[in-house]
């Protein structure tokens, strides 16, 4: 770490504000690490039958978005989903 | 026609006592009358940051189980006449009492007040389902901390759910100087991140240690505290009063500094 990004480190304040948003959405949102762990399994299941996916590499999460209808955010199931291969793909 | 505020917060210690006495003493100078109700039952504490502490003879659960009337459990104020507070019980736990005895009580009070101030223990149990049971409005208060802002957000949920109209917030405890230097959420990164309408922002300050020391509400003095919460009352009065500047009060080295910075 250069002497320079001592400087440069995040603000706790932003930091504290960053880490509320997504916990609250997942409080918000009543889902328990364990379904997060179920709704995982069963995505990976299904995406399987069609293509080779990685699934160690496999995130899913609570979010927020802006909402296409409406002003404001609403919150969104975000999953990034890593192809080993598409060779069984149709 | 009355109105029946609840002040509450799901995490404790974040000043729901103080802003109850403060916000209920600062109605009652603006010539309202006014009762505070001390839902903390075992856990009593609003008399004594009233200064009230020597002259309870009734509480809550007496009026509750009808051992007394209840114009005999109120405690008129030291400084103004049209103040009552109805202490909690000490010796008795949340269990005394049920939400419907509470809303009945409330019932009874609306007839002579203006203002019923509801002062809620922490946490989401019983307790905190007997202080929302009558309430018509809500005062949540948080301080910028993450647990606190945590909580907030669980207890603005659970006010919601059980169709409580209006719910507004007060951030308090704030340190200027830590949220100019960024580090501590602002009034308007609370706001933003708990989405309810903001009815006051009080400042950390010590002159609420001295105050609460000496069992005299400081609203309506000269500290920037005082007057944060002489605010909030004028707007649940439905004034529009702008919000208070909170950096007036630098030091002078900050002062110079900023001097220097233009």
Known sequence: MGFMDIFKKKNSGDVAKDRLKLLLVSDRADCSPDVMEAIKNDIIQVISKYMEIDAEGLDIQITQTESET????????????????????? | MSEVIVITSGKGGVGKTTTTANVGTGLAQLDKKVVLIDTDIGLRNLDVVMGLENRIVY???DVVEGNCRIKQALIKDKKYPNLFLLPSAQTRDKTSVNPEQMKKLIEDLREDFDFILLDCPAGIEQGFQNAIAGADRALVVTTPEVSAIRDADRIIGLLEANEIGKIDLIVNRLRMDMVKRGDMMSVDDVCEILSIDLIGAVPDDEQIVISTNQGEPLVGSSSLAGKAYQNICHRLLGEEVPFLDLNSKEGFFAKLAGVFKK
């Not at chain 1, 404001?72 to 598409?86: F, M, Q, R």
């Open chain 2, 59 to 61: 509480n809550l659960v």
């Open chain 1, 70 to 90: 409406s002003n404001g955010t609403v919150p969104a199931l975000y999953a990034n989903i890593p192809i080993k291969d598409l060779k069984h793909s149709c």
